[in-house]
Nanobody
C-alpha cells in the first residue's frame, strides 16, 4: 500500500517562509517523478512544481518560480518544498503526489496522493 504523508504546514505572515515535507512509504519511489500540488478554497488543484526521479530536474509553476524550491532524498523516501517570500495567494492545502513514471504536470498524471497540509499566509 502506497502512503504519502505531508507535514510542515501552518500559519505564516506574508513574506515569511515554510518548508513542507512529504514522507513516502510502501514502495521504492526513486524511479518515479514526484510533485507538489495545491488547492485553494473554491479552486481546482494546481501543480506547484514537480521533480524527476533523480532530483536533477525540477519544474515550477510561474506563480512560484524563484520563491519555491523542490528537493528529494531518495535514500529516505522524502520530498521537500521550501517556500519563501510567501504571499496571501499561496494560501491553500498542499499535497504531495507520486507519478508512476516521468514528470507530469496535471492531476491525472499522479495516481498516489497524500492527505494534504494547510498553509495559510496572512497579510
Amino acid at each position: 500500500q502506497v502512503q504519502l504523508a505531508e507535514s510542515g504546514g501552518g500559519l505564516v505572515q506574508a513574506g515569511g517562509s515554510l518548508t513542507l515535507s512529504c514522507a513516502a512509504s510502501g514502495r521504492t519511489f526513486s524511479d518515479y517523478a514526484m510533485g507538489w500540488f495545491r488547492q485553494a478554497p473554491g479552486k481546482g488543484r494546481e501543480c506547484v512544481g514537480c521533480i524527476n526521479w533523480s532530483g536533477g530536474s525540477a519544474y515550477y509553476a510561474d506563480s512560484v518560480k524563484g520563491r519555491f524550491t523542490i528537493s528529494r532524498d531518495n535514500a529516505k523516501n522524502m520530498m521537500s518544498l521550501q517556500m519563501t517570500s510567501l504571499k496571501p495567494e499561496d494560501t491553500a492545502v498542499y499535497y504531495c503526489a507520486v507519478a508512476l513514471g516521468a514528470v507530469r504536470f496535471t492531476v491525472s498524471g499522479y495516481p498516489y496522493w497524500g492527505q494534504g497540509t494547510q498553509v495559510t499566509v496572512s497579510s
